[in-house]
């Protein structure tokens, strides 16, 4: 039986030097890789099974700027890297199959509500305690019956006129980190009849009552990343801690999610490159009909195809990035970015568990884990029908009128 020239990483499946990154970012990448192999892998199982990481790990990576602290200015003492650090974060992550160790989420979706929309005092107030007191962050837009549309959501904040406290109620559901977070951005109405600009966002401590963390949700993947439902029975929050201006929640949402999207699309890739390098080094070295697997024509053919694919995804999203440090990348660019990268994968996953046969069916099967983890990125960060939706617009298309209503008096054929 024949051999590969050569082993496959997740790097050599790219055909062509990648220029997105310096010197720098790639010793970082050395150091991450070491936090990895020491701080990670050793109760990666561990956590999958008790569906929760270790809290303290989060708190180890803070301090070293692998979580959170990595975008914070160093004004406020944080590393004050640029996003190109996040992007090699998800790449390593994911190379190592620790995917849903979710550093990213606190990093890239929800440290710009502090970092971009706080005023300066609640920067001083907030950026500082984060990194002295290593505090996890979340965010809670979605709720038990909405999803992607955001304006539909229940929560309400209503100020006490004797105190000038927020008073928050209402529940959040498919929140991540949610069960470990110390701070938790909430997404509440503060004026209903206004609609979108009624729309406000409220920092919400651990502790303080009323607050409560109703449920931990059990996942098809994504093990080790708690998913929570949270409570609020009139929860007090100081007036302060109202993030922004008010009735600008709505606003700063559609401001920071292009981020979230371009970072689910860059980690999404990650999954592909090292699924697909996994494969190709598999059916390289598989024998069935005393012939290796890599030599039948649909097996080369549908993986060369696939890597073709990665490779310009890879090329376009680097591009996107780029864009992005420079403030560029538009709502429709990372909407885009995080359909194509997601799709992408979850062929990447299904065509390599099927050339793994049984193998790659087995719960500890890495293809395996991948096909079911990498699922839900077609739905969180905006469902990618919603993110079709807002790039058929750009175009000029618009929602479709609703049907109209049948009269009771009238046949189908009348109306």
């Given amino acids: 039986?024949?051999?590969?020239?050569?082993?496959?990483?997740?790097?050599?499946?790219?055909?062509?030097?990648?220029?997105?990154?310096?010197?720098?970012?790639?010793?970082?990448?050395?150091?991450f890789r070491e936090f990895i192999k020491t701080e990670l892998k050793p109760h990666i199982a561990e956590w999958q099974q008790k569906g929760m990481v270790n809290p303290e790990t989060f708190r180890k990576a803070l301090e070293q700027g692998y979580y959170v602290s990595?975008?914070?200015?160093?004004?406020?003492?944080?590393?004050?890297?640029?996003?190109?650090?996040?992007?090699?974060?998800?790449?390593?992550?994911?190379?190592?199959?620790?995917?849903?160790?979710?550093?990213?989420?606190?990093?890239?979706?929800?440290?710009?509500?502090?970092?971009?929309?706080?005023?300066?005092?609640?920067?001083?107030?907030?950026?500082?305690?984060?990194?002295?007191?290593?505090?996890?962050?979340?965010?809670a837009m979605s709720e038990?019956?909405?999803?992607?549309?955001?304006?539909?959501?229940?929560?309400?904040?209503?100020?006490?006129?004797?105190?000038?406290?927020?008073?928050?109620?209402?529940?959040?559901?498919?929140?991540?980190s949610g069960a470990i977070a110390d701070l938790v951005v909430v997404v509440a109405y503060t004026d209903k009849s206004k609609g979108s600009k009624g729309m406000s966002l409220f920092v919400v401590e651990k502790g303080t009552p009323g607050y409560s963390v109703f449920k931990v949700i059990k996942k098809l993947g994504r093990h080790a990343q708690d998913t929570a439902i949270l409570r609020f029975n009139n929860v007090r929050i100081p007036a302060d801690n109202l993030l922004?201006?008010?009735?600008?929640?709505?606003?700063?949402?559609?401001?920071?999610?292009?981020?979230?999207?371009?970072?689910?699309?860059t980690a999404s890739l990650a999954t592909s490159r090292r699924v697909l390098s996994l494969t190709m080094n598999y059916v390289q070295n598989r024998e069935l009909f005393k012939r290796v697997v890599g030599d039948f024509?649909?097996?080369?053919?549908?993986?060369?195809?696939?890597?073709?694919?990665?490779?310009?995804?890879?090329?376009?999203?680097?591009?996107?990035?780029?864009?992005?440090?420079?403030?560029?990348?538009?709502?429709?660019?990372?909407?885009?970015?995080?359909?194509?990268?997601?799709?992408?994968?979850?062929?990447?996953?299904?065509?390599?568990?099927?050339?793994?046969?049984?193998?790659?069916?087995?719960?500890?099967?890495?293809?395996?884990?991948?096909?079911?983890?990498?699922?839900?990125?077609?739905?969180y960060g905006g469902a990618n029908e919603i993110m079709t939706e807002i790039v058929a617009r750009i175009y000029g298309f618009r929602r479709a009128p609703p049907p109209p209503k049948m009269d009771s008096e009238l046949g189908p054929s009348q109306l």
């Fill in 1 to 31: 039986m024949s051999k590969p020239a050569r082993a496959i990483d997740s790097n050599s499946v790219l055909l062509y030097p990648r220029t997105l990154f310096t010197q720098e970012h790639e010793a970082f990448r050395k150091k």
């Fill in 244 to 265: 922004g201006v008010e009735g600008q929640g709505f606003k700063n949402l559609m401001t920071n999610l292009p981020q979230e999207r371009l970072s689910i699309a």
């Fill in 144 to 176: 038990p019956d909405v999803g992607s549309d955001l304006q539909a959501v229940g929560t309400t904040a209503v100020k006490d006129p004797k105190t000038g406290e927020w008073i928050l109620n209402g529940r959040k559901m498919w929140i991540s």
């Fill in 70 to 139: 990595t975008n914070i200015p160093k004004k406020y003492g944080g590393y004050g890297y640029d996003f190109r650090y996040n992007v090699l974060i998800q790449e390593e992550l994911e190379a190592a199959d620790c995917g849903d160790i979710f550093f990213p989420l606190g990093t890239d979706i929800v440290l710009p509500y502090f970092t971009h929309i706080a005023t300066e005092e609640q920067k001083q107030k907030w950026l500082p305690r984060i990194v002295k007191e290593r505090l996890i962050i979340a965010v």
């Fill in 297 to 379: 024509q649909h097996v080369s053919f549908t993986l060369a195809q696939l890597a073709t694919e990665l490779n310009l995804a890879q090329l376009a999203i680097d591009r996107i990035v780029e864009l992005h440090l420079k403030g560029e990348c538009t709502t429709e660019l990372a909407s885009m970015a995080k359909v194509h990268a997601t799709e992408l994968t979850s062929r990447v996953c299904d065509k390599c568990l099927q050339f793994f046969g049984g193998y790659g069916y087995v719960e500890s099967s890495p293809v395996g884990r991948a096909y079911v983890d990498n699922r839900v990125t077609r739905i």
